[in-house]
């Protein structure tokens, strides 16, 4: 009997717990993150590692930045660990370990002595302890998140070199053959994480824009609105305090 959990299960398990509607350009972000997720996890050779937890963490909060209502981020990321039976708290550790352990280290060439050392010793931090593990198993999972995880590490050591293209790609080179990473593979997934997030940025941008337009055309229909219920309120009030003509009673008068 097979009791392998499927995609189905899994979304299944996530809109159970998170039962809000998601905004519809994050949707796909939160389901792409989720089923790619549940296809590592699933895998008999995956084997869950502090980089990978940072590669979650760390591209759930990038693309989910501008995500409102702002109260509903926490609820999603927690729906998307549950639903594939992790721990929310324990991501989230993990994964703020690894990334103070990548900041402590003084420059790229600090990381690449930590990298030379976790080929035969895997004693020290978590940066260290990780990467020791990858390479210590002739079997380990590659993942892009895997791969977005150790970009976040060397983003912090030096984001502006990271920036530059040759730089970065010289030390993904580096990176894959110390880890037995296939480099172009790799920097692919470096590449589209880069390019997805500049999308998103500008969609975000776009969103924030449209955003505040409704608000200010809400704003203009309230403000209108507001003068044309007080016009009446005047004139209703002007016509109330009018003196009216008192009819003469002509009766009485012929009678005096």
């Known amino acids: 009997m097979n009791n392998v959990r499927t995609v189905s299960d899994t979304k299944r398990a996530f809109y159970s717990t998170h ?50 209502p702002e109260s509903d981020r926490e609820s999603i990321y927690n729906a998307i660990i549950k639903a594939v039976q992790g721990e929310p708290e324990k991501y989230k ?28 010793d895997g004693n020290g931090d978590s940066l260290k302890a990780n990467l020791h593990k990858i390479i210590s198993n002739p079997k380990f999972k590659y993942s892009r998140l895997l791969a977005t995880g150790l970009y976040n590490v060397l983003e912090e050591i030096d984001g502006e070199a990271i920036a530059n293209e040759e730089k970065r790609n010289a030390l993904l080179d580096e990176l894959a053959e110390a880890i037995g990473f296939n480099n172009e593979l790799l920097k692919k997934d470096i590449d589209l994480y880069r390019s997805n997030l500049e999308k998103m940025a500008q969609a975000q941008e776009v969103m924030k824009d449209m955003i505040e337009a409704e608000k200010k055309k809400r704003a203009k229909r309230d403000q209108e609105k507001t003068e044309r219920d007080q016009k009446k309120a005047e004139e209703a009030l002007k016509n109330a305090s009018e003196p009216t003509d008192t009819p003469v009673d002509n009766a009485g008068s012929a009678a005096e």
């Open 19 to 68: 039962t809000r509607p998601i905004n519809a350009i994050y949707r796909r972000v939160v389901e792409e993150l989720m089923v790619e997720m549940h296809l590592l996890l699933v895998n008999n050779d995956f084997d869950y590692n502090s980089l990978y937890s940072l590669g979650v963490v760390g591209v759930y909060t990038r693309f989910m930045a501008g995500y409102e």
């Open 93 to 120: 550790a993990d994964a703020a370990e690894v990334l103070a352990a990548g900041k402590a280290l003084p420059s790229l060439d600090a990381f690449r002595s930590v990298l030379n050392e976790a080929k035969t």
